[in-house]
């Protein structure tokens, strides 16, 4: 089944995918091949989905060889929040249906910018949810949409309201968090004309992508992601190719970058002076942002049909 561009976002369909730790990667027969899996499920939308983002992750780890493999799921729809996660069944299912090490979480994209008590409420439920499963809860900070002049005249302070409340929720609920915004922030402040972003301003391009499944590495692994590969093969059949890949000059430069923003939001964590307590305000209605077609794709272990040609990765610097 075919993505849609992601400048259509508004028809975007509802994936559950599961890509095998035995991800294809050449030199692989130099891994251990007794290593216990990571496994992580991924809950979001358009911008978890977005250019296979679990399955970047999964192949930049596969290319480590001195690191565990990477299982990954992901539940996402096209522009859906956390509360819709914590009230939609597949996605619960999920939560619950395995031994998770981590469930990531990711919000739309300004809920924790214009309705920060929204995304508590849905993280705080899904953190439940996911506690109970004896996973751990870890949050995808999104970056700012791209800072326009319209933009900025609106939400001036936009990556600022959203990068707290998702440091927030790490702190108040005790979680790892991924800074992926802090990332695109400091590569957006260093080089202005790299092309994080697609053409519509919001999603990301191969390069962002390249750089948000960089800052998951570091997150998850706790160690630099300096020389892994630039390019990652997603192949589905045969010998049809995606490949998403940057030059080696910029990858060694963002994949430096991802490090420093997860080093800091590991340092801003820690440091208990800026823990505050939240407080949410009353509920003030429902916005809507837009309305979505929703279908269904589901994976070889998910409900329904399993998936005729199941997905792997390759990570390589070719």
Not at 286 to 299: C, L, P, R
Request: with cysteine; proline share 8%; net charge positive.
């Amino acid at each position: 089944m075919k993505i849609r561009k992601i400048s259509r976002v508004a028809s975007c369909a509802i994936f559950v995918l599961l890509f095998p730790s035995g991800v294809s990667l050449r030199g692989a027969a130099s891994r251990p091949a007794k290593k216990t899996p990571l496994r992580v499920l991924f809950l979001g939308n358009s911008y978890t989905y977005g250019n296979k983002l679990p399955q970047v992750v999964a192949a930049l780890a596969a290319a480590d060889k001195n690191a565990r493999p990477l299982e990954v799921k992901m539940v996402a729809s096209g522009g859906k929040n956390l509360l819709w996660h914590a009230q939609n069944k597949p996605s619960m299912d999920a939560v619950a249906s395995a031994k998770w090490d981590y469930v990531i979480l990711q919000d739309q994209s300004l809920t924790p910018t214009l309705m920060p008590h929204r995304t508590r409420q849905g993280a705080r439920q899904l953190n439940s949810a996911i506690t109970k499963s004896g996973a751990k809860t870890m949050f995808f900070m999104t970056w700012q949409r791209r800072p326009t002049p319209e933009l900025l005249e609106k939400y001036p302070d936009m990556h600022k309201r959203n990068s707290k409340t998702y440091m927030d929720l790490a702190r108040e609920l005790k979680t790892a968090v991924a800074p992926v915004g802090y990332a695109w922030k400091i590569a957006c402040d260093a080089n202005p004309n790299w092309p994080l972003y697609a053409k519509d301003n919001s999603h990301p391009s191969r390069m962002g992508t390249y750089l948000t499944a960089c800052v998951f590495y570091a997150t998850i692994y706790n160690k630099p992601p300096t020389g892994l590969p630039s390019k990652v093969i997603l192949s589905k059949s045969g010998n049809h190719r995606i490949v998403l890949g940057i030059t080696p000059g910029d990858a060694k430069k963002l994949q430096t970058i991802a490090w420093q923003a997860v080093r800091q939001a590991k340092k801003e964590l820690a440091d208990k002076t800026t823990t505050r307590p939240v407080k949410d305000q009353p509920k003030t209605g429902n916005v809507t942002f837009g309305s979505h077609m929703v279908h269904t794709f589901v994976g070889a272990t998910g409900q329904g049909p399993a998936n005729p040609n199941p997905q792997h990765a390759l990570a390589t610097d070719l």
